[in-house]
């Protein structure tokens, strides 16, 4: 299987859609996660339906946006940094299937200041 890759300059914004977000998942909860080279899995935020997006600790809101709204679920880097760069994974999370994707985050160049 191939795994999808996105590219953006560094220091541009990134936008990463999860797939999954169609009507029968729509009111599920849906996790982003992301993964270094080398690293585990480290939770970003988990969308609820009726709920602001639930941020972990090391990931600031005032960086990021995720939006679940009708069928279509995103994560977006407004300002891309290096250590941004990796694999990005989206979960639906339901009682009877789980569904996850990944997108590889690659950066290149550099940003004029």
């Not at 999808?4 to 914004?13: D, I």
């Not at 585990?40 to 960086?63: G, M």
């Not at 339901?94 to 940003?111: C, H, K, P, R, S």
Request: a negative charge; charged letters at 20%.
């Amino acid at each position: 299987m191939l795994i999808p890759v996105a590219t953006v300059a560094l220091g541009e914004p990134a936008t990463l859609t999860c797939p999954f977000c169609a009507e029968k998942f729509y009111n599920n909860e849906v996790h982003w996660y992301k993964q270094s080279a080398g690293d585990t899995l480290t939770l970003i935020v988990r969308l609820r339906k009726h709920a602001e997006p639930a941020f972990e600790r090391e990931f600031s809101s005032s960086r990021m946006r995720a939006t679940k709204k009708e069928n279509i679920c995103t994560l977006t880097i407004l300002r891309t940094v290096q250590e941004d760069e990796g694999m990005y994974h989206c979960a639906i999370i339901d009682w009877t299937e789980n569904a996850w994707n990944g997108t590889n985050l690659i950066l290149n160049g550099n940003v004029n200041i």
